[in-house]
């Protein structure tokens, strides 16, 4: 498997959990983008694009919807 398949893999799995961790802790959902982004400028992979506008370019912070 190619390290920017694996990257996204990961991305995908922590901007699901900041999903479900959301209501019930903020800053731990900030951490997960946090924690997806460093992995992807790590990997220089992109953050994959379903993910883009769900969180703040300038301060991480994880944004849902509504």
Do not use: N, W
């Not at 922590?14 to 019930?24: M, N, Q, S, V």
């Amino acid at each position: 498997m190619q390290p920017g398949k694996i990257a996204e893999e990961r991305m995908e799995i922590l901007f699901e959990k900041a999903d479900e961790k959301f209501d019930e802790d903020s800053e731990l959902a900030d951490r997960y983008v946090e924690i997806a982004r460093r992995i992807g400028e790590r990997t220089e992979t992109p953050v994959p694009k379903k993910f883009r506008r769900m969180f703040c370019s300038h301060c991480g912070s994880f944004l849902r919807p509504g």
